[in-house]
Protein backbone atom coordinates (compact mmCIF):
# COMPACT_ATOMS: atom_id res chain seq x y z
CA UNK A 1 0.00 0.00 0.00
CA UNK A 2 1.03 3.36 -0.97
CA UNK A 3 1.00 5.55 2.50
CA UNK A 4 1.85 8.78 0.60
CA UNK A 5 -1.09 8.76 -1.23
CA UNK A 6 -3.18 7.24 2.12
CA UNK A 7 -1.88 10.50 4.05
CA UNK A 8 -2.06 12.91 0.99
CA UNK A 9 -5.81 12.20 0.87
CA UNK A 10 -6.30 12.14 4.47
CA UNK A 11 -4.73 15.28 4.73
CA UNK A 12 -6.27 17.26 2.23
CA UNK A 13 -9.63 16.07 3.11
CA UNK A 14 -9.03 18.27 6.55
CA UNK A 15 -12.69 18.62 7.24
CA UNK A 16 -14.29 15.52 6.64
CA UNK A 17 -17.34 15.19 4.48
CA UNK A 18 -20.33 13.26 5.83
CA UNK A 19 -21.18 9.66 5.19
CA UNK A 20 -23.52 9.33 1.88
CA UNK A 21 -26.60 7.73 3.12
CA UNK A 22 -26.93 5.40 -0.15
CA UNK A 23 -30.04 6.30 -2.30
CA UNK A 24 -32.30 3.44 -2.85
CA UNK A 25 -33.39 2.18 -5.65
CA UNK A 26 -36.52 3.07 -7.27
CA UNK A 27 -38.97 0.86 -8.89
CA UNK A 28 -41.27 1.07 -11.46
CA UNK A 29 -43.74 -1.25 -12.30
CA UNK A 30 -42.64 -3.13 -9.46
CA UNK A 31 -39.36 -3.39 -11.17
CA UNK A 32 -35.66 -1.33 -9.80
CA UNK A 33 -34.34 0.05 -12.66
CA UNK A 34 -30.35 -0.57 -12.69
CA UNK A 35 -28.11 0.89 -15.38
CA UNK A 36 -24.58 0.18 -15.96
CA UNK A 37 -22.56 3.09 -17.68
CA UNK A 38 -19.66 5.52 -17.58
CA UNK A 39 -19.74 8.23 -15.23
CA UNK A 40 -17.56 9.76 -12.78
CA UNK A 41 -17.09 10.43 -8.63
CA UNK A 42 -14.83 12.39 -6.27
CA UNK A 43 -12.85 10.07 -4.78
CA UNK A 44 -10.73 12.24 -3.29
CA UNK A 45 -13.46 14.42 -1.89
CA UNK A 46 -15.31 17.34 -2.67
CA UNK A 47 -12.02 19.91 -3.49
CA UNK A 48 -10.50 16.55 -5.35
CA UNK A 49 -10.93 15.75 -9.13
CA UNK A 50 -13.23 13.62 -10.96
CA UNK A 51 -12.52 10.04 -11.79
CA UNK A 52 -13.73 8.15 -14.63
CA UNK A 53 -15.94 5.47 -13.43
CA UNK A 54 -18.65 2.87 -14.69
CA UNK A 55 -21.70 2.91 -12.23
CA UNK A 56 -24.59 1.75 -11.37
CA UNK A 57 -27.17 4.77 -11.80
CA UNK A 58 -24.48 7.00 -12.02
CA UNK A 59 -23.95 6.46 -8.50
CA UNK A 60 -20.79 5.21 -6.27
CA UNK A 61 -21.75 2.52 -4.72
CA UNK A 62 -24.55 1.77 -6.78
CA UNK A 63 -28.09 2.68 -5.34
CA UNK A 64 -28.91 0.57 -2.28
CA UNK A 65 -31.63 -2.49 -2.82
CA UNK A 66 -33.87 -3.34 -0.19
CA UNK A 67 -36.57 -5.69 0.12
CA UNK A 68 -38.42 -8.10 2.24
CA UNK A 69 -37.45 -11.89 2.92
CA UNK A 70 -39.43 -13.71 0.74
CA UNK A 71 -41.04 -11.11 -1.45
CA UNK A 72 -39.34 -11.28 -4.93
CA UNK A 73 -36.75 -8.99 -5.84
CA UNK A 74 -36.88 -7.97 -9.64
CA UNK A 75 -34.47 -5.60 -11.13
CA UNK A 76 -34.60 -4.31 -15.01
CA UNK A 77 -31.10 -3.99 -15.92
CA UNK A 78 -29.71 -1.73 -18.80
CA UNK A 79 -26.32 -2.07 -19.89
CA UNK A 80 -25.18 1.36 -21.06
CA UNK A 81 -21.09 0.34 -21.38
CA UNK A 82 -19.39 -0.57 -24.66
CA UNK A 83 -19.00 -4.42 -23.36
CA UNK A 84 -21.23 -6.90 -22.31
CA UNK A 85 -22.13 -6.96 -18.80
CA UNK A 86 -24.44 -9.07 -16.16
CA UNK A 87 -24.90 -8.66 -12.27
CA UNK A 88 -24.63 -11.17 -9.97
CA UNK A 89 -26.54 -11.35 -6.29
CA UNK A 90 -23.69 -12.35 -4.00
CA UNK A 91 -25.04 -14.66 -1.29
CA UNK A 92 -28.46 -15.03 -2.04
CA UNK A 93 -29.75 -18.36 -2.26
CA UNK A 94 -31.29 -17.38 -5.95
CA UNK A 95 -33.01 -19.75 -8.64
CA UNK A 96 -29.86 -20.45 -10.73
CA UNK A 97 -31.34 -19.00 -13.73
CA UNK A 98 -31.27 -15.85 -12.06
CA UNK A 99 -27.69 -16.30 -10.45
CA UNK A 100 -25.81 -13.72 -13.28
CA UNK A 101 -22.76 -15.63 -13.85
CA UNK A 102 -22.00 -14.66 -17.92
CA UNK A 103 -21.41 -17.55 -19.74
CA UNK A 104 -23.14 -20.36 -17.23
CA UNK A 105 -25.86 -18.69 -16.07
CA UNK A 106 -27.06 -16.79 -18.79
CA UNK A 107 -25.51 -15.40 -21.67
CA UNK A 108 -24.11 -11.89 -20.91
CA UNK A 109 -25.89 -8.81 -22.06
CA UNK A 110 -24.69 -7.01 -24.27
CA UNK A 111 -24.28 -3.33 -24.71
CA UNK A 112 -27.63 -1.58 -25.34
CA UNK A 113 -29.76 -4.86 -24.26
CA UNK A 114 -31.39 -5.20 -21.46
CA UNK A 115 -32.18 -8.55 -19.35
CA UNK A 116 -34.91 -9.11 -16.51
CA UNK A 117 -33.95 -10.05 -12.98
CA UNK A 118 -36.58 -11.60 -11.09
CA UNK A 119 -36.17 -14.00 -7.88
CA UNK A 120 -37.26 -14.63 -4.17
CA UNK A 121 -34.29 -13.78 -1.57
CA UNK A 122 -35.24 -16.50 1.06
CA UNK A 123 -32.98 -15.08 4.07
CA UNK A 124 -32.55 -11.88 5.04
CA UNK A 125 -29.23 -10.31 5.98
CA UNK A 126 -26.51 -8.49 3.92
CA UNK A 127 -26.11 -9.23 0.64
CA UNK A 128 -24.71 -7.06 -2.29
CA UNK A 129 -24.77 -7.39 -6.32
CA UNK A 130 -21.98 -6.69 -8.57
CA UNK A 131 -20.56 -7.09 -12.53
CA UNK A 132 -20.15 -10.95 -13.17
CA UNK A 133 -18.17 -10.76 -16.84
CA UNK A 134 -14.55 -9.81 -16.68
CA UNK A 135 -15.43 -9.24 -13.11
CA UNK A 136 -11.39 -8.06 -12.53
CA UNK A 137 -12.21 -5.32 -15.56
CA UNK A 138 -15.40 -4.43 -14.35
CA UNK A 139 -16.10 -4.52 -10.25
CA UNK A 140 -12.97 -2.37 -9.89
CA UNK A 141 -14.69 0.45 -11.80
CA UNK A 142 -17.42 0.63 -9.40
CA UNK A 143 -19.75 -1.28 -10.65
CA UNK A 144 -21.40 -2.74 -7.11
CA UNK A 145 -24.02 -1.94 -4.65
CA UNK A 146 -25.50 -2.89 -1.74
CA UNK A 147 -28.90 -5.44 -1.74
CA UNK A 148 -30.40 -5.47 2.05
CA UNK A 149 -32.96 -7.95 2.70
CA UNK A 150 -35.00 -7.01 5.86
CA UNK A 151 -36.83 -8.78 8.33
CA UNK A 152 -40.78 -8.62 8.46
CA UNK A 153 -39.76 -6.43 12.23
CA UNK A 154 -36.41 -5.10 11.30
CA UNK A 155 -35.09 -5.08 15.02
CA UNK A 156 -33.25 -1.66 14.15
CA UNK A 157 -35.10 2.12 12.85
CA UNK A 158 -33.25 2.87 9.18
CA UNK A 159 -31.48 5.77 10.48
CA UNK A 160 -29.64 3.28 13.06
CA UNK A 161 -29.16 0.75 10.24
CA UNK A 162 -26.05 1.86 8.18
CA UNK A 163 -24.40 -0.16 5.55
CA UNK A 164 -20.53 0.59 4.95
CA UNK A 165 -19.21 -0.40 1.96
CA UNK A 166 -15.74 -0.56 2.00
CA UNK A 167 -13.44 -0.15 -1.36
CA UNK A 168 -10.23 0.27 -2.79
CA UNK A 169 -9.10 1.55 -5.45
CA UNK A 170 -5.79 2.02 -7.41
CA UNK A 171 -5.07 5.98 -8.70
CA UNK A 172 -3.32 8.17 -9.23
CA UNK A 173 -2.34 12.07 -7.68
CA UNK A 174 -4.89 13.71 -10.14
CA UNK A 175 -7.71 10.92 -9.12
CA UNK A 176 -7.54 8.97 -12.56
CA UNK A 177 -8.28 5.17 -12.07
CA UNK A 178 -5.09 3.12 -13.12
CA UNK A 179 -6.79 1.16 -15.96
CA UNK A 180 -3.54 -0.27 -17.09
CA UNK A 181 -2.82 -2.19 -14.33
CA UNK A 182 -6.06 -4.54 -15.07
CA UNK A 183 -5.15 -7.63 -15.97
CA UNK A 184 -1.74 -6.75 -14.98
CA UNK A 185 0.20 -10.55 -14.59
CA UNK A 186 2.02 -9.37 -11.79
CA UNK A 187 -1.02 -8.73 -9.80
CA UNK A 188 -2.74 -11.51 -10.91
CA UNK A 189 0.24 -13.78 -9.67
CA UNK A 190 0.53 -12.42 -6.45
CA UNK A 191 -2.13 -11.03 -3.55
CA UNK A 192 -4.20 -9.24 -6.57
CA UNK A 193 -4.71 -5.86 -7.96
CA UNK A 194 -4.81 -3.77 -4.63
CA UNK A 195 -5.40 -0.46 -4.63
CA UNK A 196 -3.91 2.62 -2.44
CA UNK A 197 -7.20 4.51 -1.64
CA UNK A 198 -9.48 3.72 0.78
CA UNK A 199 -13.47 4.83 0.39
CA UNK A 200 -16.59 4.45 2.79
CA UNK A 201 -19.32 4.29 0.45
CA UNK A 202 -17.12 6.34 -2.00
CA UNK A 203 -15.75 9.09 0.23
CA UNK A 204 -13.06 9.49 1.47
CA UNK A 205 -12.57 9.48 5.57
CA UNK A 206 -15.91 10.33 5.98
CA UNK A 207 -18.03 11.43 9.30
CA UNK A 208 -20.33 8.33 10.32
CA UNK A 209 -23.11 9.98 12.54
CA UNK A 210 -24.02 7.62 15.32
CA UNK A 211 -26.20 8.57 18.41
CA UNK A 212 -25.49 8.59 21.84
CA UNK A 213 -27.40 6.06 23.97
CA UNK A 214 -28.75 4.29 21.03
CA UNK A 215 -28.09 0.74 19.62
CA UNK A 216 -26.86 0.69 15.63
CA UNK A 217 -26.20 -1.83 13.39
CA UNK A 218 -23.63 -1.66 11.08
CA UNK A 219 -23.71 -4.09 7.25
CA UNK A 220 -19.78 -3.96 6.14
CA UNK A 221 -19.71 -4.88 3.16
CA UNK A 222 -16.32 -5.06 1.36
CA UNK A 223 -16.60 -5.02 -2.05
CA UNK A 224 -12.60 -4.28 -3.04
CA UNK A 225 -11.34 -6.56 -5.73
CA UNK A 226 -8.05 -8.10 -3.52
CA UNK A 227 -8.15 -6.35 -0.17
CA UNK A 228 -8.50 -8.13 3.28
CA UNK A 229 -9.47 -5.61 5.85
CA UNK A 230 -8.79 -6.42 9.26
CA UNK A 231 -11.11 -4.83 11.43
CA UNK A 232 -10.90 -5.30 15.69
CA UNK A 233 -14.83 -3.99 16.42
CA UNK A 234 -13.95 -4.19 20.11
CA UNK A 235 -11.73 -1.11 19.48
CA UNK A 236 -14.57 1.15 18.95
CA UNK A 237 -16.99 -0.63 21.64
CA UNK A 238 -19.11 -2.80 18.82
CA UNK A 239 -20.19 -6.77 19.15
CA UNK A 240 -20.20 -9.04 16.05
CA UNK A 241 -23.70 -9.94 15.18
CA UNK A 242 -23.45 -11.88 11.66
CA UNK A 243 -21.35 -12.98 8.80
CA UNK A 244 -21.93 -12.96 5.16
CA UNK A 245 -25.53 -12.09 5.73
CA UNK A 246 -26.53 -14.44 8.27
CA UNK A 247 -27.01 -13.75 11.76
CA UNK A 248 -25.83 -15.93 14.61
CA UNK A 249 -28.83 -15.07 17.05
CA UNK A 250 -26.15 -13.45 19.39
CA UNK A 251 -24.02 -10.76 20.01
CA UNK A 252 -20.34 -11.29 20.44
CA UNK A 253 -17.57 -9.79 22.13
CA UNK A 254 -14.22 -10.43 20.10
CA UNK A 255 -11.59 -10.19 20.97
CA UNK A 256 -8.33 -8.91 18.86
CA UNK A 257 -9.51 -8.89 14.63
CA UNK A 258 -12.11 -10.66 12.01
CA UNK A 259 -11.25 -10.75 8.76
CA UNK A 260 -13.11 -8.91 6.01
CA UNK A 261 -12.18 -10.69 3.16
CA UNK A 262 -12.87 -8.99 -0.47
CA UNK A 263 -16.75 -10.26 -0.86
CA UNK A 264 -17.04 -11.08 2.90
CA UNK A 265 -20.12 -9.17 5.28
CA UNK A 266 -19.82 -8.58 8.57
CA UNK A 267 -22.79 -7.26 10.63
CA UNK A 268 -22.01 -5.27 13.83
CA UNK A 269 -24.01 -3.40 16.91
CA UNK A 270 -22.78 -0.76 18.80
CA UNK A 271 -24.35 1.41 21.27
CA UNK A 272 -21.87 4.75 22.05
CA UNK A 273 -22.84 6.26 25.43
CA UNK A 274 -20.77 9.71 25.15
CA UNK A 275 -20.69 11.95 22.64
CA UNK A 276 -17.52 12.74 20.34
CA UNK A 277 -15.13 10.68 17.53
CA UNK A 278 -14.25 7.44 17.37
CA UNK A 279 -11.93 6.09 14.38
CA UNK A 280 -12.99 3.46 12.09
CA UNK A 281 -9.69 1.46 11.79
CA UNK A 282 -8.18 -0.84 9.21
CA UNK A 283 -5.98 -3.10 11.24
CA UNK A 284 -4.08 -4.00 8.73
CA UNK A 285 -0.08 -3.35 9.59
CA UNK A 286 -0.51 0.20 11.28
CA UNK A 287 -3.78 1.10 12.56
CA UNK A 288 -5.35 3.14 9.67
CA UNK A 289 -8.23 5.39 10.20
CA UNK A 290 -10.99 5.24 6.86
CA UNK A 291 -13.46 6.98 8.96
CA UNK A 292 -14.42 8.59 11.84
CA UNK A 293 -17.49 7.62 13.85
CA UNK A 294 -19.13 11.12 14.99
CA UNK A 295 -21.44 10.95 18.34
CA UNK A 296 -23.85 13.02 19.02
CA UNK A 297 -26.29 13.67 22.00
CA UNK A 298 -29.41 12.28 21.35
CA UNK A 299 -31.94 11.03 23.71
CA UNK A 300 -30.85 7.62 24.92
CA UNK A 301 -34.02 5.38 23.53
CA UNK A 302 -33.50 2.85 26.68
CA UNK A 303 -34.63 0.07 23.83
CA UNK A 304 -32.59 -2.93 24.83
CA UNK A 305 -30.58 -4.59 21.68
CA UNK A 306 -32.79 -6.74 19.88
CA UNK A 307 -31.50 -8.82 17.70
CA UNK A 308 -31.96 -9.55 14.24
CA UNK A 309 -33.38 -13.34 13.77
CA UNK A 310 -31.78 -16.46 12.43
CA UNK A 311 -32.24 -17.52 8.56
CA UNK A 312 -33.29 -21.37 8.21
CA UNK A 313 -30.89 -22.41 6.57
CA UNK A 314 -30.33 -26.78 5.35
CA UNK A 315 -27.84 -28.53 7.56
CA UNK A 316 -25.45 -30.67 6.26
CA UNK A 317 -25.91 -34.33 7.42
CA UNK A 318 -21.90 -34.80 8.38
CA UNK A 319 -22.36 -38.74 8.63
CA UNK A 320 -23.46 -39.42 5.50
CA UNK A 321 -21.52 -35.99 3.65
CA UNK A 322 -18.95 -36.42 0.68
CA UNK A 323 -15.87 -35.45 1.26
CA UNK A 324 -14.13 -33.43 -1.55
CA UNK A 325 -10.35 -31.70 -1.95
CA UNK A 326 -9.77 -28.71 -3.23
CA UNK A 327 -6.11 -27.98 -3.29
CA UNK A 328 -5.24 -24.53 -4.63
CA UNK A 329 -1.81 -24.37 -5.99
CA UNK A 330 0.25 -21.86 -8.10
CA UNK A 331 0.75 -18.17 -7.82
CA UNK A 332 4.74 -16.61 -7.16
CA UNK A 333 6.94 -18.55 -5.45
CA UNK A 334 4.06 -21.43 -5.53
CA UNK A 335 6.81 -23.76 -6.90
CA UNK A 336 3.94 -24.89 -9.30
CA UNK A 337 5.43 -26.51 -12.49
CA UNK A 338 2.40 -27.47 -14.98
CA UNK A 339 -1.10 -27.10 -15.17
CA UNK A 340 -3.90 -28.64 -16.42
CA UNK A 341 -6.68 -27.04 -18.86
CA UNK A 342 -9.20 -29.13 -20.11
CA UNK A 343 -7.01 -32.50 -20.44
CA UNK A 344 -4.31 -30.75 -21.77
CA UNK A 345 -1.08 -29.84 -19.79
CA UNK A 346 0.47 -26.33 -20.05
CA UNK A 347 4.13 -26.16 -18.86
CA UNK A 348 5.31 -23.05 -17.56
CA UNK A 349 5.76 -21.11 -20.59
CA UNK A 350 2.29 -22.13 -21.85
CA UNK A 351 0.98 -21.22 -18.81
CA UNK A 352 2.13 -17.35 -18.82
CA UNK A 353 1.12 -17.44 -22.50
CA UNK A 354 -2.45 -18.25 -21.91
CA UNK A 355 -2.31 -15.99 -18.36
CA UNK A 356 -2.95 -18.76 -16.15
CA UNK A 357 -1.18 -19.24 -12.52
CA UNK A 358 -3.15 -20.65 -10.43
CA UNK A 359 -5.32 -24.40 -10.12
CA UNK A 360 -8.03 -26.32 -8.24
CA UNK A 361 -6.92 -29.73 -8.09
CA UNK A 362 -4.46 -29.42 -10.97
CA UNK A 363 -6.94 -27.67 -13.20
CA UNK A 364 -6.56 -23.98 -14.21
CA UNK A 365 -10.45 -22.16 -14.69
CA UNK A 366 -13.64 -23.37 -16.10
CA UNK A 367 -13.31 -26.78 -17.46
CA UNK A 368 -15.76 -28.34 -19.73
CA UNK A 369 -16.80 -30.66 -16.96
CA UNK A 370 -18.02 -29.87 -13.79
CA UNK A 371 -15.48 -29.93 -10.65
CA UNK A 372 -18.27 -32.06 -8.86
CA UNK A 373 -21.95 -32.99 -9.19
CA UNK A 374 -24.58 -33.66 -6.35
CA UNK A 375 -27.72 -35.32 -5.97
CA UNK A 376 -30.12 -32.64 -4.89
CA UNK A 377 -29.91 -32.79 -0.93
CA UNK A 378 -26.73 -34.42 -0.95
CA UNK A 379 -24.11 -32.91 1.48
CA UNK A 380 -20.82 -31.95 0.92
CA UNK A 381 -17.75 -31.45 2.56
CA UNK A 382 -14.83 -29.71 0.76
CA UNK A 383 -11.48 -29.89 1.99
CA UNK A 384 -9.58 -27.16 0.92
CA UNK A 385 -6.13 -27.29 1.60
CA UNK A 386 -4.17 -23.96 0.39
CA UNK A 387 -0.49 -24.74 -1.01
CA UNK A 388 0.05 -21.56 -2.35
CA UNK A 389 2.06 -18.67 -0.66
CA UNK A 390 -1.26 -16.07 -0.39
CA UNK A 391 -4.18 -16.23 1.49
CA UNK A 392 -7.50 -16.52 -0.77
CA UNK A 393 -10.98 -15.73 -0.10
CA UNK A 394 -13.47 -19.15 -1.59
CA UNK A 395 -16.63 -17.90 -2.94
CA UNK A 396 -19.83 -20.79 -3.49
CA UNK A 397 -22.87 -19.71 -5.25
CA UNK A 398 -26.11 -20.37 -4.82
CA UNK A 399 -24.98 -22.22 -1.15
CA UNK A 400 -24.18 -21.15 2.39
CA UNK A 401 -21.72 -23.68 4.22
CA UNK A 402 -20.83 -24.18 7.58
CA UNK A 403 -17.02 -23.28 8.28
CA UNK A 404 -15.95 -26.68 10.85
CA UNK A 405 -12.48 -26.38 10.69
CA UNK A 406 -8.99 -25.09 10.06
CA UNK A 407 -6.15 -27.19 10.40
CA UNK A 408 -7.85 -29.98 11.95
CA UNK A 409 -9.02 -27.65 15.01
CA UNK A 410 -13.02 -28.30 14.97
CA UNK A 411 -14.17 -23.93 15.10
CA UNK A 412 -15.83 -22.72 18.19
CA UNK A 413 -18.10 -21.21 16.00
CA UNK A 414 -18.83 -23.08 13.04
CA UNK A 415 -20.34 -20.07 11.66
CA UNK A 416 -22.72 -20.09 8.27
CA UNK A 417 -20.24 -18.04 5.15
CA UNK A 418 -20.62 -17.80 1.50
CA UNK A 419 -17.06 -16.96 1.62
CA UNK A 420 -14.07 -18.51 3.65
CA UNK A 421 -10.79 -16.78 3.62
CA UNK A 422 -7.42 -19.61 3.50
CA UNK A 423 -4.02 -18.54 4.43
CA UNK A 424 -1.12 -20.32 2.98
CA UNK A 425 -0.52 -23.60 4.17
CA UNK A 426 -4.22 -23.87 5.97
CA UNK A 427 -6.55 -26.59 5.61
CA UNK A 428 -9.67 -25.75 6.08
CA UNK A 429 -13.33 -27.92 6.10
CA UNK A 430 -16.29 -26.72 5.07
CA UNK A 431 -19.82 -28.43 4.84
CA UNK A 432 -23.40 -27.72 3.14
CA UNK A 433 -26.17 -29.26 1.39
CA UNK A 434 -26.65 -28.68 -2.12
CA UNK A 435 -30.13 -28.11 -2.50
CA UNK A 436 -29.99 -25.64 -5.35
CA UNK A 437 -30.12 -27.29 -8.47
CA UNK A 438 -28.50 -25.38 -11.18
CA UNK A 439 -24.59 -25.07 -12.24
CA UNK A 440 -22.46 -23.16 -9.60
CA UNK A 441 -19.78 -21.07 -9.82
CA UNK A 442 -17.37 -21.77 -7.10
CA UNK A 443 -14.09 -19.26 -7.09
CA UNK A 444 -11.46 -17.10 -5.76
CA UNK A 445 -12.71 -13.80 -4.70
CA UNK A 446 -9.80 -12.22 -5.39
CA UNK A 447 -10.84 -11.50 -8.95
CA UNK A 448 -7.73 -11.35 -10.74
CA UNK A 449 -7.06 -14.95 -9.25
CA UNK A 450 -10.16 -16.02 -10.53
CA UNK A 451 -9.51 -14.72 -14.00
CA UNK A 452 -6.11 -16.78 -14.27
CA UNK A 453 -6.72 -20.05 -12.82
CA UNK A 454 -8.71 -19.97 -9.40
CA UNK A 455 -12.53 -20.64 -11.06
CA UNK A 456 -14.42 -23.94 -11.40
CA UNK A 457 -17.85 -25.25 -10.79
CA UNK A 458 -20.06 -27.73 -9.72
CA UNK A 459 -23.86 -28.77 -10.73
CA UNK A 460 -26.61 -30.28 -8.47
CA UNK A 461 -29.47 -32.25 -10.22
CU1 LIG B 1 -19.43 -12.21 -5.70
CU2 LIG B 1 -18.89 -15.16 -8.47
O1 LIG B 1 -19.14 -13.65 -7.12
CU1 LIG C 1 -7.17 -16.10 -4.52
Not at 66 to 91: C, M, Y
Not at 200 to 213: E, K, R, W, Y
Amino acid sequence: MDRRLFLKGTLASGASTLLPRLSLAKSSDGFFELEAGKSQAKLYGDQGPFSDLWLYNGQLPGPEIRAKQGERVRVRFTNRLDEPTSIHWHGIRIDNAMDGVAGLTQPAVKPGESFDYDFVAPDAGTYWYHAHNMSWNQVPRGLSGALIIEEANEPFPVENDLTLILNDWRLDEDGALDTDSFGARMDFSHAGRLGNWLTVNGTSLPDIPLQAGRWHRLRLINTSASRVLDIAPARFGAKLIGLDGQCFGEARDVEGTVQLSPAQRMDLVMRPETVGTIPFEMMTGQPFTFANFQVSASEPDDQPLTLPGVNRLPEPDLSKARTLPLVMAGGAMGGMRSLMKDGKELDMRQMMEAGLFWAFNGDAGMQDAPFFSAKRGESIILESRNDTTFAHAMHIHGHHFRVLERNGDTLEHQDWRDTFTTVPRETVRIAFVADNPGKWLTHCHMLGHAASGMMTWFEVS
